[in-house]
Structure formats: C-alpha cells, structure tokens
C-alpha cells in the first residue's frame, strides 16, 4: 500500500503564494504520474496539475500560468507552487499518485484565500 500525505496548505490572502507537498510511503516501487485535486465547497473534485514520472506536466486552464507542478522522484514528494492566488482558489487540495495501476489519495489539505 501507498501512503500520501499533503501539506503546505493555510490562510492566505488574495496574491499571495503557497507551496504545497505530497510524500509518498509504504510500498513504494515505481510510481508514474502524479498529480493535485481541488474540491471547492459544493463543487465536484477538479483536476488542476498532473506531473508523469519523467517530470512532464499538465494543467487546468483554471491554474495555468500560476501554479507549478513539480516532483522529486528520490524522495517520492510532489509539489505544487501556487503564485497569485485568488478567492475561488479556495478549497481541499488532494494529492494524488499512480503505481502498477492501483491510484492513491491523500487525505487533502485546505486552502483557504481570502480577498
């Protein structure tokens, strides 16, 4: 089994910037892509960033040009660095990871950006 764990989320206001982690645990074999969820209050889970194991990344056109994907594969953790954010920004970020077909999930962590 994998483990994720987030972190780096809190209050912030509106332009400001935060950095988000995901390490990984367990059974940690090869994992291959690796990305970050948002649900915001009363809204579906949102796909903002996915990263394959190679580092090339994918973004919702919501965060494009504002956040960056990244992941260090020696210590298993994903990242995501958050510039300029705004009041929808707000909401749970879940860190997700893919590993011989099984897909793993945090428990999230909440942002909240404040105008």
């Known amino acids: 089994q994998v483990q994720l764990v987030e972190s780096g989320g809190g209050l912030v206001q509106a332009g400001g910037s935060l950095r988000l982690s995901c390490a990984a645990s367990?059974?940690?074999?090869?994992?291959?892509?690796m990305g970050w969820y948002r649900q915001a209050p009363g809204t579906q889970r949102e796909l903002l960033a996915g990263i394959s194991r190679a580092g090339l990344p994918w973004y919702a056109d919501s965060v494009e040009g504002r956040f960056t994907i990244s992941r260090d594969n020696r210590k298993n953790t994903v990242y995501l660095q958050m510039n300029s954010l705004k009041p929808e920004d707000t909401g749970v970020y879940y860190c997700?990871?893919?590993?011989?077909?099984?897909?793993?999930w945090g428990k999230g962590t909440p942002v909240t950006v404040s105008s």
């Open positions: 997700n990871a893919d590993q011989t077909g099984m897909a793993y």
């Open positions: 367990g059974t940690i074999f090869s994992i291959d892509t």
